[in-house]
């Protein structure tokens, strides 16, 4: 009888991570590598928000705390939701978890039987389907190429929906392309969804702030308020106030779902840490001028990236809306052969030749459902950028 679980043969070891090991590897080894794997601003946590947890500690506030959030964070995220996305929810319909990942995996479990489809557009945030498959269902992906920027057309989802369909999972700006949907965009895939009642969305909104003008953030139940019995919207203070070590994630929807959700968390994980919750609470109540300038910065490094990459030999880098990563295509360097001999058959032949030849760590886009791209995370200096595109540049021209 074997020891470990069947259902782990089911999920995959995270690529992101490998990449990571291995750039950790070679650095370790001696060779100067400049990784563009990560998935966090490189900024330090506001010093507000620092101070709350700081003052959280000092007034006691380590102990348990209600399961799925504490009162007031519950409150400020309610009030939140109606600033920001004109989304009406009471406390009894918020729960807060261990980052944005916890509120995606509670709601998997509570929610999905043996033989559940879940939408995902490809390329997707790696967790998502290997969450789907723990949880027991069936993700479906629904793929996407860079001539519709990688996003689904209403077509798509149209031809997606069966009658076993249980959720799409709706993320944008997405993790890995950037792409963000449009309010028409999004209007014209919630008619869709109007036409088939037994679909929920899961909508992962945490890139919301980092969105770059003209592009407007939208939210599917803000856009079609028709779906808002449906929806869960998910959203965290990760990215938004570069507070990823915090683990604080949250999300509003139907009450059942919220409760099922509590339920899951009260067996396995219990609250959230409760300094965090204090710090969150800080994050969303207290000054917001870090979004802002995170998103100055961001846009500055988004400009750079994409204009170096687009003058490299066979790689096409279309302008994302959002987040922090670029998605080229790397299809022109398909069947040409790096300076080590070795014939570039796939996109992660690409990455794995270029992180040896030159030292630039990114990811290769099939791990995330689509290729020949990479994802490449701007989330670190203008320098170690600019250097980094030349050498992307001095690679892509030695290919033969
Ligand atoms: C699209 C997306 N959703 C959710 C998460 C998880 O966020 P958290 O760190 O709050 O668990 C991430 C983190 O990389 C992400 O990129």
């Given at each position: ?133 723990l949880a027991g269902g ?43 949907y449009t309010e028409a ?64 994630g949250y999300a509003g ?148």
């Amino acid at each position: 009888m074997a020891f470990l679980a069947d259902s782990l043969a089911r999920v995959k070891p995270s690529a992101t991570i490998a990449v990571t090991n291995k750039a950790r590897e070679l650095k370790a080894a001696g060779k100067d590598v400049i990784g563009l794997g990560a998935g966090e601003p490189d900024f330090d946590t506001p010093q507000h928000i620092k101070d709350a947890a700081k003052a959280a500690i000092d007034a006691g506030q380590t102990k348990y705390t209600a399961v799925d959030g504490i009162p007031e964070l519950k409150q400020a995220i309610c009030e939140k939701f109606a600033r920001e996305n004109g989304l009406t929810y009471t406390p009894s319909q918020i729960t807060v978890s261990t980052g944005g990942k916890q509120v995606l995996y509670n709601a998997l479990m509570a929610t999905l039987n043996p033989g559940d489809e879940v939408l995902i557009p490809a390329p997707y945030w790696v967790s998502y389907p290997d969450m789907v498959l723990l949880a027991g269902g069936e993700p479906v992906a629904i793929d996407t190429g860079i001539e519709t920027n990688f996003k689904i057309t209403p077509a798509q989802l149209e031809a997606a929906i069966t009658p076993k369909t249980k959720w799409l999972i709706f993320n944008s700006p997405s993790n890995p392309s950037g792409a963000g949907y449009t309010e028409a965009e999004l209007k014209a895939l919630t008619d869709v969804l109007m036409k088939h009642p037994h679909v929920w969305v899961m909508t992962d909104d945490m890139y919301e702030h980092i969105v770059y003008p003209p592009f407007v953030f939208c939210s599917p139940a803000q856009v079609e308020p028709g779906l808002y019995d449906r929806t869960l919207t998910c959203n965290g203070v990760s990215k938004a106030y570069a507070m990823t070590g915090w683990r604080i994630g949250y999300a509003g929807g139907p009450e059942e779902l919220i409760k099922a959700m509590a339920k899951i968390q009260s067996q396995s994980t219990s609250n959230p840490c409760s300094i965090s919750q204090y710090a969150a609470l800080a994050a969303l109540t207290g000054p917001q001028d870090y979004i802002d300038e995170s998103r100055v910065a961001f846009q500055r490094r988004r400009d750079l990236v994409v204009s170096a990459l687009n003058q490299c030999e066979g790689i096409e880098c279309p302008e994302p809306e959002g987040a922090f990563y670029v998605y080229p295509s790397v299809a022109g360097c398909m069947g040409k052969t790096a300076p080590s001999g070795k014939v570039l058959e796939t996109d992660e032949d690409f990455v794995t030749e270029l992180l040896e030849t030159e030292g630039v760590a990114v990811v290769h886009g099939s791990a995330f459902g689509a290729g020949p791209c990479f994802r490449a995370s701007y989330a670190t200096s203008d320098e170690s950028l600019t250097e980094a595109c030349n050498r992307i540049r001095r690679f892509c021209g030695a290919l033969k």
